[in-house]
């Protein structure tokens, strides 16, 4: 159970940094700062899917890092399982799993290694953590490459890797920050089925995407950062039907540009 | 922390190039590479010494034993020339048709009846560092003089047992109060420190690379940021690591350059290395370790500050370039002759460690300074640690 409020997040701008036009018409930029997240707001359940969709540069991956503690938000609060992650967020890191397509490994460990080392940073003891991975490679399949060094390895295997080294602490959230952009189709595949799993056994996910196919193959909730503000945050089916048909691409685009305000875009 | 810290060991112990830096270089390639330098040095000096050199004397039959001597001198060869003018003699000379020329003064005398002084002119290019013509030549011409010496004051009745009360009133012993080992230790004291200091930067800089910016480049560092461990342990053991590999760089040289000595003394026959070894006591060895210590903390903190802030290897690179410089300048001015520990000295941060391992080589070091540098380097390296704590921190610097 993850809530979030009313996150903000600016980042000072340095003195003699010139903006171009287009960042001067953007309102988020102001003489001293660009406020990256202005008024994010959404919940999700247990064994709830919840996709964040937006334009590039409209505050999902600030967002999701405040979310995984790695930035801390000017204003708003982050919940996880009652846990406030930002007065305490050592106890809400041993909650989290986050994973995003351009997290790396260590290349001269082994996958194994890689996976060890984060388990261990996790507090697990050496035989918690040999039979947490032992389960971990049976389910994804990793036995055969568990003692390659991660330089060596398929971009598959190095997913995989990747995975087993986000779910190892057995988070009770999981967030993805566009977990498939750039993969293969193989690859996407391994990280679908993975949400998928980790939907069947309750954890909540929380992703990020450019993909609506995968909106509509997985998500229950929907949530449309805008220029730094949640424009929209309802269950799935209410967003499908923004549109007369159904059209995902065109329930997205009536968010982002509801009728009257198109002439700001064109 | 120490999972942090062993976790990038073993990384960094996996990695060729760390390899290559902390311990090939310093085992194999720079033994070998001050070897070559050696070899060169001493062939120069040989082929300086073995050279001949082409000379043109005037008025040679005024003193026939002189030309004589340098007739049959084996770095002497003689040219014949028609010139006889100053001026003319150096244009050849500038020409390269003769390296060196003798004018003997038109009124010269050998007779042991002259008593006035003759003045002589040579004229050949000085700009030579070794200058074996000048050692040469003096060599014949003392000779030369001595003989007309010894045959003047004879003719004016002094008997050759007078002739060293006469010529040498006064003959000096000299006793050095110096131990063998303060010599020796201002000579390669410096030295030794002038190595030792610019390995640990070089032992500390690639891996704080490494695990710096190379974490940001890879995108590890995002996940690790996000482990419940607070950050000052990850900087902690992050900078325990480069820290250890900078030692172990200085180490390793340490051992490899004695290693090495030791055998070439052998093989060679020169027991320098043998009595540098012996006067060096472990004490002494583990000053010098302790000295070293903070210093490469304060590089480490540095270091890792730099790599952390980069956005890759090649930025951290450019960055580690000129700290380089600033790091060798200091080592330079304690290099400089003259150079004492002083006071003064001792408040100048990396050139008072050099100093003080000099002292410590030679075994004159004022313990007390000692622990004011000591001391000093520790602060330093404590607010160096300080600020990469507070730095790591910074959301600036770790998204940028």
């Not at chain 1, 989290?96 to 261990?120: D, Q």
């Not at chain 2, 006067?279 to 583990?286: F, M, N, P, Q, R």
């Not at chain 2, 000099?358 to 622990?371: H, N």
Request: charged share 20%; aromatic share 8%; glycine share 6%.
């Amino acid at each position: 159970m993850i809530k979030i409020q009313a996150l903000a997040k600016s980042f000072a701008i340095s003195r003699g940094q010139k903006l171009s036009d287009s960042e001067k018409q953007d309102v988020r930029y102001s003489k001293e700062a660009f406020h990256s997240v202005r008024n994010v707001s959404f919940d999700c359940g247990s064994g709830e899917v919840l996709g964040l969709l937006g334009p590039n540069g409209a505050g999902k991956t600030t967002t999701l890092r405040i979310l995984s503690t790695a930035l801390q938000p000017d204003s708003g609060s982050v919940l996880i399982e009652g846990v406030d992650v930002l007065t305490q967020p050592v106890l809400a890191r041993k909650k989290i799993g986050f994973l995003s397509s351009s997290t790396g490994l260590y290349g001269r460990l082994t996958a194994y290694e890689n996976v060890a080392y984060f388990a261990r940073l996790h507090g697990m003891s050496e035989t918690a953590l040999k039979q947490r991975i032992d389960e971990l490679f049976t389910l994804l399949n990793m036995h055969d490459f568990a003692n390659r060094k991660a330089d060596a390895m398929s971009s598959g295997m190095k997913q995989k890797t990747a995975i087993a080294r986000a779910v190892v602490h057995s988070p009770k959230v999981v967030i993805l920050d566009e977990p498939t952009t750039g993969l293969d189709i193989m690859t996407t595949q391994t990280v679908l089925d993975f949400i998928r799993s980790l939907k069947q056994q309750g954890t909540p996910v929380i992703f990020s995407t450019h993909h609506l196919d995968e909106v509509a193959s997985l998500c229950d909730r929907v949530v449309v950062i805008d220029k730094g503000i949640s424009a929209f945050s309802d269950s799935f089916d209410v967003f499908k039907s923004l549109s007369a048909d159904g059209d995902l691409r065109q329930a997205f685009m009536n968010v982002i540009n509801p009728a009257g305000q198109n002439k700001e875009y064109n | 922390m120490w999972q942090v810290y062993l976790k990038e060991l073993t990384e960094l112990l996996r990695d060729k190039k760390t390899m290559f830096f902390v311990i090939l270089l310093p085992i194999l390639v720079f033994p070998v590479l001050f070897g070559i330098m050696g070899l060169v040095v001493a062939n120069v000096a040989k082929n300086a010494e073995a050279e001949e050199h082409r000379y043109v004397i005037i008025n040679a039959d005024k003193a026939p034993e002189l030309a004589e001597a340098l007739f049959y001198h084996k770095n002497f060869k003689k040219v014949e020339s028609d010139l006889t003018e100053p001026e003319a003699l150096k244009q050849a000379i500038r020409e390269d048709k003769f390296d060196l020329a003798i004018i003997i003064a038109e009124d010269f005398s050998a007779e042991v009846t002259n008593l006035t002084q003759s003045q002589w002119t040579v004229i050949y290019n000085m700009s030579s560092q070794l200058d074996m013509i000048d050692k040469y030549f003096n060599e014949l011409l003392r000779d030369y003089s001595k003989k007309l010496q010894l045959a003047k004051l004879d003719s004016l009745g002094v008997s050759s047992d007078k002739v060293d009360a006469l010529l040498q009133p006064v003959k000096l012993e000299k006793v050095n109060t110096a131990e063998s080992r303060e010599n020796l230790g201002e000579k390669i004291g410096g030295f030794v420190a002038y190595i030792l200091i610019p390995l640990c930067l070089i032992g500390c800089s690639y891996p704080a690379v490494d695990i710096g910016a190379g974490e940001k480049e890879r995108g590890t560092l995002e996940t690790l940021l996000i482990c419940p461990i607070s950050r000052t342990a990850i900087v902690l053991g992050k900078f325990l690591t480069v820290l250890t590999t900078g030692l172990a760089s200085a180490l390793i040289t340490v051992t490899s350059f004695g290693g090495w000595g030791y055998v070439i003394g052998s093989l060679m026959g020169v027991d320098i290395v043998a009595k540098t070894m012996s006067t060096l006591g472990v004490a002494d060895l583990l000053l010098i370790l302790m000295m070293l210590l903070p210093l490469s903390a304060i590089f480490a903190a540095l270091l890792l500050s730099l790599s952390i802030y980069a956005r890759s290897f090649k930025e951290a690179q450019n960055y580690i370039g000129p700290l380089s410089m600033v790091v060798f300048m200091p080592l330079i001015v304690a290099l400089m002759p003259g150079v004492e520990l002083t006071w003064a000295m001792a408040m100048l941060p990396i050139a008072n460690v050099a100093l003080a391992i000099k002292e410590l080589i030679k075994g004159t070091m004022d313990i007390g300074m000692l622990l004011v540098i000591f001391g000093s380097t520790v602060v330093i390296a404590g607010a160096m640690l300080a600020f990469c704590v507070s730095w790591f921190q910074k959301e600036k610097v770790l998204f940028r």
